[in-house]
């Protein structure tokens, strides 16, 4: 039975909020194409998600006000997710060099040995072995989107979950796996690699929430507005939900200009912007857990480990560091693909999230499951985790929210991003565009 368009899961009184954030705005000829995919998969027989066609809603309603040609739809079978992405795909090739594409998916997500797949409502997966099938793999896409000059593309996966559907066997790590954007492409994930977001009742998930807001904030680039996003996000679920991007954009992009008449806004993104490059060690406590997530990466979390190992934040960089170690770890074993790679990366956690995978890929290439004793450890570009770091990833899922960890959320930030901020763009196309097979 055909859904109805994403535009119409906004209430009145949301879709007059973001009529109001943005003022009369300016005209100014066109610079570029922006396109976009947006879908949202809810209603899966298995454990239906609350928030996935709406946020998709509030994402197409946000970037047809940023000029964006959108196509979406909510709840699309396989056949009609993969027409869609490969049309996508075809209409960035019309003239790649102009446009920037965009995509944005919420649903379930799913990782199998280094791979992400976005679940299909109508997939019927019970084993490992029936995800590769049921499941739309991304990198098919997104290498399409790579091999394209496109002035930018950027991926949005919105479905890092704890999935429901393989329950026995041998466990399948958790969340989204770490992955490598292509030329002039941004990745970005709703809760890091290896991690899940909890379950939100509704209407609308945090992470869709803070990358709208963020979205409409005029005058960032595109690593600002995702760095703007990972502190929100953090702020909003004290801590229990940490995003992840990744980009290589040389383009300079704004999904909108900034007013010259805007307010300067104040805030906990602007306070760690303005101390971005200080060593941690000479800021606080909390400026400094702010500034290394928004460095995020190991080096940034390790240094604050160093300078505030007894304060109460600690434990929640703890974990976070223990997920990005691990999945580095397992991206570059994945990558190398050899039996060495995977013997070291058992090595280093036998008990770890990619296990599973680890065996599986052994199996494939014929090796013993136990090295011989001359084989040559894997040249990581990341320390080995020490011994307490084990504790948060020997477990197929992690969400930082665990209160098997007992964590200390971190305060919030003494002053919050303003939702509202002046804005301007140039005139483009307003058109949304419904996809026309979708079933229950």
Known sequence: MPRTLLLTFLPLGLLAFLVSAMPVLAQTPQQEKRIALVVGNGNYAKAPLATAANDAGL???????????????????????????????QKAEASPADTVAMVYFAGYGIQLAGENYFIPVDSTINHDTDIPIEGMRISDYTRQLASLPLKASIIVLDAA??????????????????VDPGPNMLVAFNAAPGTVA?????????YAQSLAEMIRTGGLSLPEVFDRVRLRVSETSKGAQVPWDAQKIQAQFSFFDRASDAPQTQGAPDQVAAFRDKPLKD?????AFNAALERDSVQGYEDFLTAYAADPLSRRVRAILAARREA???RRSYLADTPDAYWSYLRRYPRGPHAADARRRLAILTAPLEPPASFAMLDYDVPPPPPDELDYVDRPVLAFGDPDFDFVPPPPPPVSVPITTALTRSAMPKTFHAIAAVRA
């Open 59 to 89: 994402i197409a309603q946000t970037l047809q006000a940023a000029g964006f040609d959108v196509i979406g739809a909510r709840d699309l079978d396989g056949d009609t997710l993969r027409k869609s992405f490969r049309d996508f795909v």
């Open 283 to 287: 800021l606080g406590a909390q400026d």
């Open 161 to 178: 979950r704890q999935q429901p559907f393989v329950q026995g066997g041998d466990p399948i790590a958790g969340g989204l796996a770490l």
């Open 198 to 206: 909890a379950e939100e009742p509704g209407p609308y998930g945090v």
């Open 328 to 330: 580095v770890t397992w």
